[in-house]
């Protein structure tokens, strides 16, 4: 934990989103922040997975994020650029950092040397080849990444990352030749709740490091991990329990240590955005004050979060669900949700549609497109 660190970073301003809605009446997107829930879901992490617990910065880079997760006692981070290392090591000084973006250019190969970078991946020769070109020390971790073709996921990172197994064990052979320290990592893709992805990609490690008459130091085994987006929460225990099961009958006699990397899942419950009622046509189409190019840009991606209120001024409503076109407030076209979201037929111009569990890449990935953009952040007690 950071010197001087407490154990709540942030003042609550309001008991309840519902309650500040009504109150301010704001005009504006905002999203609801509960540092109770972070901390809690980072201790949770924490008690139950059976190894070290990272997180990813990319998916929420807010300072009062960060701050509340090495509160919580996080103090090794997931980082994909230069600026999030900066951005963690303004906050936490000696925080570890784990650069697993697999493609780099020099110039930020060499940054994270000076940055003192702990461990990086890579999925290609001419990577791990420029990790030695730029100075990264003998005995520093190198992780090989490898994918396999599992659908159990929104969307799979395989297409982008990852090293088939035959190359990844002729890779995971040249960083031990190369005196780095050999390890390997995965990532069953965004939003999987299926243990077994987890269990399949860990049987493949066991018979990689084999093939490649390796020792591995350590298996990060990803992020990936569900957040709660409708219906019942992910069994985020039913996986802890599949990857050290896996892990003990994928290395039998000598399991590597274990590293995960929850963004999505870590963050995503702490937070509630509020959008506003701007219109609604005779056809029943609603028109938000935020769309796909603000806090509801994963949408087109992996669909609407299912938990969701909609407030009036004076109470949630709470009429007939019906299916309705729902737009953005720019004035491109391309701006509406894909598919129709079941709202409530009392529903008016000037109420609220509150969408909880959106902590994750709903300002991440926030553009200022037409001059929208801008969402407030109020801390809250609770968020239903």
Same mark, same amino acid.
């Given at each position: 934990?950071?010197?001087?660190?407490?154990?709540?970073?942030?003042?609550?301003?309001?008991?309840?989103?519902?309650?500040?809605?009504?109150?301010?009446?704001?005009?504006?997107?905002?999203?609801?922040?509960?540092?109770?829930?972070?901390?809690?879901?980072?201790?949770?992490?924490?008690?139950?997975?059976?190894?070290?617990?990272?997180?990813?910065?990319?998916?929420?880079?807010?300072?009062?994020?960060?701050?509340?997760?090495?509160?919580?006692?996080?103090?090794?981070?997931?980082?994909?650029?230069?600026?999030?290392?900066?951005?963690?090591?303004?906050?936490?000084?000696?925080?570890?950092?784990?650069?697993?973006?697999?493609?780099?250019?020099?110039?930020?190969?060499?940054?994270?040397?000076?940055?003192?970078?702990?461990?990086?991946?890579?999925?290609?020769?001419?990577?791990?080849?420029?990790?030695?070109?730029?100075?990264?020390?003998?005995?520093?971790?190198?992780?090989?990444?490898?994918?396999?073709?599992?659908?159990?996921?929104?969307?799979?990172?395989?297409?982008?990352?990852?090293?088939? !197994? #035959?190359?990844?064990?002729?890779?995971?052979?040249?960083?031990?030749?190369?005196?780095?320290?050999?390890?390997?990592?995965?990532?069953?893709?965004?939003?999987?709740?299926?243990?077994?992805?987890?269990?399949?990609?860990? #049987?493949?490690?066991?018979?990689?490091?084999?093939?490649?008459?390796?020792?591995?130091?350590?298996?990060?085994?990803?992020?990936?991990?569900?957040?709660?987006?409708?219906?019942?929460? !992910? #069994?985020?225990?039913?996986?802890?329990?599949?990857?050290?099961?896996?892990?003990?009958?994928?290395?039998?006699?000598?399991?590597?240590?274990?590293?995960?990397?929850?963004?999505?899942?870590?963050?995503? #419950?702490?937070?509630?955005?509020?959008?506003?009622?701007?219109?609604?046509?005779?056809?029943?189409?609603?028109?938000?004050?935020?769309?796909?190019?603000?806090?509801?840009?994963?949408?087109?991606?992996?669909?609407?979060?299912?938990?969701?209120?909609?407030?009036?001024?004076?109470?949630?409503?709470?009429?007939?669900?019906?299916?309705?076109?729902?737009?953005?407030?720019?004035?491109?076209?391309?701006?509406?949700?894909?598919?129709?979201?079941?709202?409530?037929?009392?529903?008016?111009?000037?109420?609220?549609?509150?969408?909880?569990?959106?902590?994750?890449?709903?300002?991440?990935?926030?553009?200022?497109?037409?001059?929208?953009?801008?969402?407030?952040?109020?801390?809250?007690?609770?968020?239903?």
């Amino acid at each position: 934990m950071a010197k001087g660190a407490r154990m709540s970073l942030v003042s609550a301003l309001r008991t309840s989103p519902v309650t500040y809605l009504q109150t301010i009446r704001p005009d504006h997107p905002v999203l609801f922040f509960s540092p109770a829930i972070l901390q809690a879901t980072a201790r949770r992490f924490c008690a139950g997975f059976p190894g070290l617990v990272t997180y990813a910065v990319k998916a929420n880079d807010a300072g009062e994020v960060l701050d509340n997760l090495i509160a919580a006692g996080i103090s090794t981070f997931d980082v994909a650029s230069p600026h999030e290392m900066e951005e963690v090591r303004t906050r936490l000084p000696n925080a570890v950092l784990h650069y697993n973006n697999p493609v780099r250019s020099e110039e930020e190969v060499r940054i994270a040397v000076r940055l003192g970078v702990a461990s990086y991946s890579v999925d290609g020769f001419g990577e791990l080849a420029k990790l030695a070109r730029c100075g990264v020390p003998a005995g520093t971790e190198v992780a090989v990444r490898y994918r396999l073709p599992v659908k159990s996921a929104a969307y799979d990172f395989g297409a982008k990352f990852g090293a088939d !197994p #035959d190359e990844a064990a002729a890779i995971l052979a040249r960083v031990s030749d190369m005196g780095f320290r050999p390890s390997m990592t995965f990532h069953p893709g965004t939003q999987c709740a299926d243990p077994s992805a987890w269990a399949t990609y860990i #049987d493949a490690a066991g018979r990689i490091a084999q093939r490649a008459g390796v020792a591995i130091d350590r298996l990060n085994v990803g992020g990936g991990y569900a957040a709660h987006r409708g219906g019942a929460a !992910p #069994d985020l225990d039913a996986i802890f329990r599949a990857i050290a099961e896996a892990v003990g009958q994928a290395f039998p006699g000598s399991a590597p240590a274990l590293v995960c990397e929850p963004g999505r899942a870590m963050v995503a #419950d702490a937070f509630s955005l509020a959008t506003r009622v701007k219109t609604i046509r005779d056809d029943g189409s609603v028109f938000l004050n935020d769309g796909i190019y603000g806090g509801l840009a994963e949408v087109p991606v992996i669909g609407a979060v299912d938990r969701r209120i909609v407030v009036g001024p004076g109470a949630e409503r709470a009429g007939k669900q019906t299916p309705r076109k729902v737009f953005g407030p720019t004035c491109d076209s391309l701006d509406h949700l894909p598919d129709a979201l079941d709202l409530p037929d009392d529903i008016a111009e000037g109420d609220w549609v509150l969408f909880h569990g959106m902590g994750a890449y709903s300002t991440a990935t926030v553009t200022r497109f037409n001059g929208y953009g801008a969402i407030d952040i109020v801390t809250t007690d609770r968020l239903h």
